[in-house]
T-cell receptor, first 109, second 113 residues
Framework: KNEVEQSPQNLTAQEGEFITINCSYS?????LHWLQQHPGGGIVSLFMLSSGKKKHGRLIATINIQEKHSSLHITASHPRDSAVYIC???????????FGEGTQLTVNP | KAGVTQTPRYLIKTRGQQVTLSCSPI?????VSWYQQTPGQGLQFLFE?????QRNKGNFPGRFSGRQFSNSRSEMNVSTLELGDSALYLCASSLSWGTGELFFGEGSRLTVL
């Protein structure tokens, strides 16, 4: 079992839909990152969370430390949101970053 | 403010050769971390440097090494290349070690023939 599990692996949505991507982890963490990767490889950091909830534009990220679970929400999705979304956790032991397998999101117009 | 710069962007090597990749962090950032991304294994942590010292290392063989210079620029080296080393190598910088938002470079895509 991977230390970081994401679901779903693939997600197709229509423009305007509300999207949720989930991340569960099994290790103790000091922080959780949500990353976005477009075709071509470049990665952008969307959020870094250690508790609670953060919002940036149409993106919302939440984390529940007790349940070891985080969600990334996209409101009013747009075709330009199409990308791979990756959850990564910073482990408290060793402070290395461990990644989920990513969620491929496709938003159709 | 310039972003994280990785060079070269693309390179092709043959088995047995060695390769050196470079990463220039955002000005003022003192921590640089390196990652390998392959279709089969996804993203994996290689190592992290802060103040010219390796602070953390992932589960990679000794053929993978790195260093950081006094200006925070970092290099990673892979010796005796294997076909399985073909990957996108990404570096990220942050203000300090173990904390803070990560800023990624565009990556260096290595193909080993």
């Amino acid at each position: 079992k991977n230390e970081v599990e994401q679901s779903p692996q693939n997600l197709t949505a229509q423009e305007g839909e509300f999207i949720t991507i989930n991340c569960s982890y099994s290790v103790g963490i000091s922080a959780l990152h949500w990353l976005q990767q477009h075709p071509g490889g470049g990665i952008v950091s969307l959020f870094m969370l250690s508790s609670g909830k953060k919002k940036h534009g149409r993106l919302i990220a939440t984390i529940n430390i007790q349940e070891k679970h985080s969600s990334l929400h996209i409101t009013a999705s747009h075709p330009r949101d199409s990308a791979v979304y990756i959850c990564a956790v910073k482990e408290t032991s060793g402070s290395r970053l461990t990644f989920g397998e990513g969620t491929q999101l496709t938003v159709n117009p | 403010k310039a972003g994280v710069t990785q060079t070269p962007r693309y390179l092709i090597k043959t088995r047995g050769q060695q390769v050196t990749l470079s990463c220039s962090p955002i000005s003022g950032h003192r921590s640089v971390s390196w990652y390998q991304q392959t279709p089969g294994q996804g993203l994996q942590f290689l190592f992290e440097y802060f103040s010219e010292t390796q602070r953390n290392k992932g589960n990679f063989p000794g053929r993978f090494s790195g260093r950081q210079f006094s200006n925070s620029r970092s290099e990673m080296n892979v010796s005796t290349l294997e076909l399985g080393d073909s990957a996108l190598y990404l570096c990220a910088s942050s203000l300090s070690w173990g904390t803070g938002e990560l800023f990624f470079g565009e990556g260096s895509r290595l193909t080993v023939l």
